[in-house]
């Protein structure tokens, strides 16, 4: 009899039975088995009477495949239950040993941070049992976003033009919509700039004097211009040499930001191609993941790859490029379960494995491979000066800078703006005076704060503590996909749907879709997988607030007018109105439920032969709910003959 191991996902079954030898029998439950049901009270499946006792059932389409593992787990010497090392990895693990009836005394739970032989042969030395904390953490979220997910939106549905409402989600619109109302009340005002250009450099006016100076208009620009010559006194020069700091490892957040601005990936393809990389490439003499797991909130390095990258840096660029580790500032909801995203070997460079990845793949691995080694050296050092120079006591100011230890640079200048701006050497002009070619005036106007790209909405989430770096990408995903909002030159723009949907869940809910409520539930989820705080009474809690909120909205909120055709109803007379269904828009009559009358599609309708079945009706083309074709009968239901293949005539 083998051990049994049980990992999420086929493509990491492969890569660590090669490491485990004869003796294993590596097998993906391909992510969950199973979810909540979609019975009892609104179809939740929990048993809200029952501290929110849930219910749940197979996955559809996976019933095959449990089947398939309670054999193996029946012929198994042991079962090792290796899913993701985060929360979702846990609850996947407790719903397999509960599904598949795995005895306590014949399982372990084992994690591992990356796919490596020596990461996973270590965590079987270091197996241990489910974490039951972590468990009810999941299921917690899993049941808050189930209720407010489906009762939110039958509500969405029945009274505005939204498909969908949620937790996070909704948060995450909010923050859309008030920047797009902010951007239509900002008020733009005018203002100009004066500027002394010189051969080598142009210099800002800043001051008149000692004090800062604003020009409102062009009177008050040509006002100065007049009183200015085009010789300038240079005042000071000041030199100062200040350290650029590299910036930590990866998070999912900040590898998710970088990716859309340096690699134009959107959220949702970053994490598919990290996904890839961490459960394994084949490369030419093994298969190993390349990247740490990449759903983490924390900075940390294990000491082994500290130790190693500092050997690598010392033999390949000298130890005057040496750092130090970065710590982690204290932020509240960062889990810290494991390490940043990192690569497994700091010897994989890019280069060595290029021939073995996509180009994307490359482009991605490149940047988490070079952020990783550049946070374990050396800050850049930079020389800055600044000059004064004066014109009629109005002070105008030029900044240079050059980089004079390239530091981190020499790994991560790719991803970073950094050239230098090289100014002369002003403080060794004997006259101690220059002359400008020219003064220029400019008009500006002042602007709003920008529309959210992707990149600045997950950072926004992110420092306000809304969702978990597992969500960033499938939020950002879901607000479009519903009409929510539309990506315009890569800047999020809220629909009327968006906005509609935000206003009334702001007039009906503003108490719970809120930054500060959604920040909240996140500490207590935290609390709740640290054993500090039982689950079922953050979810009492919760709904002893929501569901009077819920059936004040259902009783008072104002249902949208549905837009009218020009056609009246064959059946009672009354107007023809576009309605939304699960399948998208359809002509039905306004006067529902009383009547129920749906115009068909006026398509022309195809008849192939005399029914087989019941002879009295036709067989006619149609189309499945997934648009595949097939033929039946025109008086269907009373008549269910049905075919794949087209009958002859």
């Not at 315009?488 to 809910?509: M, N, S």
């Amino acid at each position: 009899m083998k051990d049994l191991v049980i990992v999420e996902s086929p493509s990491k079954s492969k890569t660590i039975e090669k490491y485990l030898g004869d003796g294993y029998k590596v097998v993906s439950s391909k992510g969950h088995i199973r979810d909540l049901a979609t019975k009892g009270k609104y179809g939740l499946g929990v048993d809200i009477e029952d501290h929110f006792l849930p219910t749940y059932e197979i996955i559809k389409g996976k019933k095959k495949l449990v089947t398939d593992l309670k054999k193996e787990v029946k012929s198994a010497n042991k079962v090792y239950l290796a899913t993701d090392p985060d929360r979702e990895g846990e609850a996947i693990s407790w719903h397999l040993k509960e599904e598949l009836g795995i005895k306590d005394d014949k399982y372990n739970r084992i994690v591992f941070n990356e796919i490596t032989k020596n990461a996973v042969l270590n965590a079987f030395d270091n197996a241990r049992k489910i974490d039951d904390d972590l468990v009810h953490s999941q299921e917690t979220r899993r049941i808050l976003d189930r209720i407010i997910g489906f009762r939110l939106s039958k509500l969405m549905q029945s009274k505005t033009g939204g498909k969908s409402a949620g937790r996070v989600q909704s948060v995450a619109l909010k923050l859309v919509v008030d920047r797009e109302r902010e951007i239509e009340k900002f008020v733009k005002e005018e203002y100009w700039t004066l500027t002394a250009k010189f051969n080598e450099f142009d210099a800002e006016l800043e001051k008149y004097k000692s004090d800062t100076i604003e020009i409102h208009n062009e009177n008050e620009a040509d006002e100065i211009l007049n009183k200015l010559s085009n010789v300038f006194k240079i005042e000071d020069v000041d030199k100062k040499s200040k350290n650029k700091q590299s910036k930590p490892p990866f998070i999912t957040s900040t590898l998710q930001q970088e990716a859309i601005t340096k690699l134009n990936f959107n959220a949702k393809k970053t994490m598919s191609i990290a996904q890839k990389l961490y459960e394994g490439i084949d490369l030419k003499d093994e298969t190993v993941g390349l990247i740490t797991y990449m759903r983490t909130d924390s900075i940390r390095l294990s000491e082994e790859f500290v130790a190693s990258t500092y050997k690598y840096i010392e033999n390949k660029y000298g130890k005057e490029y040496l750092g130090i580790v970065k710590k982690a500032k204290k932020v509240e909801n960062v889990q810290d379960a494991h390490e940043a995203i990192r690569p497994t070997s700091i010897n994989r460079t890019p280069e060595s494995v290029k021939e073995y990845l996509s180009v994307d793949e490359f482009k991605l691995y490149s940047m988490i491979y070079k952020r990783a080694l550049a946070s374990l050296m050396k800050d850049a050092k930079q020389d800055q000066t600044v000059v004064i120079l004066d014109n009629n006591d109005y002070k105008f100011k030029v900044t240079g800078s050059v980089i004079v230890f390239d530091g981190y640079l020499k790994v991560y200048k790719d991803y970073e703006d950094s050239e230098d701006k090289i100014l002369p050497p002003l403080d060794t002009y004997k006259s101690n005076v220059l002359v400008s070619n020219s003064i220029e005036k400019e008009q500006h106007f002042t602007k709003p704060k920008p529309r959210y790209t992707e990149a600045k909405l997950i950072k926004e989430m992110e420092d306000l503590g809304i969702g978990r770096p597992s969500t960033y990408a499938k939020t950002m995903e879901t607000i479009v996909d519903r009409g929510y909002v539309k990506v315009v030159d890569k800047k999020f723009v809220p629909t009327e749907v968006g906005i509609e949907i935000t206003d009334k869940l702001q007039e009906y809910f503003n108490n719970l879709i809120n930054v500060k409520y959604t920040a909240k539930m996140e500490n207590d989820l935290d609390k709740i997988a640290e054993g500090n705080l039982i689950w079922y009474n953050l979810l009492e809690e919760f709904y002893k607030e929501f569901e009077p909120m819920l059936d004040n909205a259902f009783s008072n909120m104002e249902k949208n007018k549905a837009e009218e055709t020009g056609e009246v109803c064959p059946n009672c007379g009354s107007p023809l109105v576009i309605r939304s269904g699960k399948y998208g828009k359809f002509t039905a009559c306004s006067n529902y439920p009383k009547c129920k009358y749906i115009k068909k599609d006026e398509k022309e309708i195809v008849e192939i032969c005399k029914c087989p079945e019941c002879e009295n009706g036709v067989v006619i083309e149609k189309k499945t709910k997934k648009g595949k074709k097939f033929y039946g009968c025109n008086n269907y239901p009373k008549c269910k003959y049905a075919t794949w293949d087209k009958p002859e005539a």
